[in-house]
């Protein structure tokens, strides 16, 4: 993985900035967002419109019961974390070797390749939160969120994306990475079901553990997916080329408000974790 931070021009750091802030002149001229190459065209779009970004939510209707009609036994989401039982150690491994057939096989991050077809790293440890997605037996989609007050990948291999102090101290924080969706449920999608389901555990699971942000590092594409569902997102970076992407350090606000926003957004009426999967003493609050 390289990060190239002065190969993205002044041109498009500014522009990228601008847009990350909310900040970017709405009748900007349609050739300067052509010649930065930076922006989906959707994005362009939005930039170009006549509200701001952060105030955009995208209404996909009826997400779950998409999802349930999926599979035979519908979409279940589980959160694993130490000490492992039952079932999890398999879902774990399935993880593991789905994560490196992504990330690895079909994305290029070659320098996360082991002989052994299993992308685990220093930070699949006891710290971790494990969010995963089944349909039935399948795995369909996963990622991970390490407390900030642990060692976690944002502040050790991705620390130079982080100019600005966090928004918290860390022990209020945590790192969500290693999000992905299983390939062939993301085809002709926009926004696949079981994204908008690890979109809403995530939010569930963070309120109920008493985060107040959440950091990730992404490409703006993973920024435009979360504004669009009525987050809050604040960069704490200029972004800087990452294997030839565009990609920045940011935070997301956690609060009741934010997760009413992905739920009406995805259609997700009620929660989708377990109160067993909370902790104890926090199970009550996102009882269905």
């Given at each position: 993985?390289?990060?190239?931070?002065?190969?993205?021009?002044?041109?498009n750091?500014s522009?990228?900035?601008?847009?990350?802030?909310?900040?970017?002149?709405?009748?900007a001229?349609?050739?300067?967002?052509?010649?930065?190459?930076?922006?989906?065209?959707?994005?362009a779009s939005?930039?170009?419109?006549?509200?701001?970004?952060?105030?955009?939510?995208?209404?996909?209707?009826?997400?779950?019961?998409?999802?349930?009609?999926?599979?035979g036994?519908?979409?279940q989401?589980?959160?694993?974390?130490?000490?492992v039982?039952?079932?999890?150690?398999r879902?774990?491994?399935?993880?593991?070797?789905?994560?490196?057939?992504?990330?690895?096989?079909?994305?290029?991050?070659?320098?996360?390749?082991?002989?052994?077809?299993?992308?685990?790293?220093?930070?699949?440890?006891?710290?971790a939160?494990?969010?995963?997605?089944?349909?039935?037996?399948?795995?369909?989609?996963?990622s991970?969120?390490?407390?900030?007050?642990?060692?976690?990948?944002?502040?050790?291999?991705?620390?130079?994306?982080?100019l600005?102090?966090?928004p918290?101290d860390?022990s209020?924080?945590?790192?969500?990475?290693?999000?992905?969706?299983?390939?062939?449920?993301?085809?002709?999608?926009?926004r696949?079901?079981?994204?908008?389901?690890?979109?809403?555990?995530?939010?569930?699971?963070?309120?109920?553990?008493?985060?107040?942000?959440?950091?990730?590092?992404?490409?703006?594409?993973?920024?435009?997916?979360?504004?669009?569902?009525?987050?809050?997102?604040?960069?704490?970076?200029?972004?800087?080329?990452?294997?030839?992407?565009?990609?920045?350090?940011?935070?997301?606000?956690?609060?009741?408000?934010?997760?009413?926003?992905?739920?009406?957004?995805?259609?997700?009426?009620?929660?989708?974790?377990?109160?067993?999967?909370?902790?104890?003493?926090?199970?009550?609050a996102?009882?269905?």
């Amino acid at each position: 993985m390289t990060i190239e931070s002065g190969t993205l021009s002044a041109l498009n750091q500014s522009l990228c900035l601008a847009w990350l802030q909310g900040t970017f002149a709405r009748r900007a001229p349609t050739q300067i967002l052509e010649k930065s190459r930076v922006f989906s065209p959707e994005t362009a779009s939005w930039l170009l419109g006549d509200l701001p970004i952060f105030s955009r939510v995208t209404t996909v209707p009826n997400a779950l019961q998409r999802c349930r009609q999926l599979g035979g036994k519908g979409m279940q989401v589980h959160i694993i974390r130490a000490p492992v039982s039952g079932d999890n150690p398999r879902l774990l491994e399935e993880n593991y070797r789905l994560r490196h057939k992504i990330f690895v096989d079909l994305q290029g991050w070659n320098d996360l390749r082991r002989p052994d077809g299993r992308d685990i790293d220093d930070f699949d440890n006891a710290d971790a939160t494990h969010i995963l997605v089944t349909d039935g037996e399948e795995l369909v989609g996963g990622s991970r969120i390490t407390p900030l007050n642990r060692p976690n990948l944002l502040q050790t291999v991705f620390h130079g994306l982080v100019l600005g102090d966090l928004p918290a101290d860390p022990s209020l924080g945590a790192d969500w990475t290693r999000f992905y969706v299983r390939p062939d449920r993301r085809e002709g999608r926009r926004r696949a079901p079981e994204s908008a389901a690890l979109f809403c555990a995530m939010m569930e699971y963070a309120l109920a553990e008493g985060f107040t942000f959440i950091t990730f590092v992404s490409s703006l594409s993973m920024v435009e997916h979360g504004t669009s569902v009525g987050w809050r997102i604040t960069p704490l970076g200029a972004p800087v080329l990452v294997d030839g992407k565009a990609t920045v350090a940011a935070w997301i606000e956690v609060s009741e408000q934010a997760l009413y926003n992905v739920r009406r957004a995805t259609g997700m009426s009620h929660a989708l974790i377990p109160a067993s999967a909370l902790r104890r003493g926090q199970g009550e609050a996102l009882t269905a």
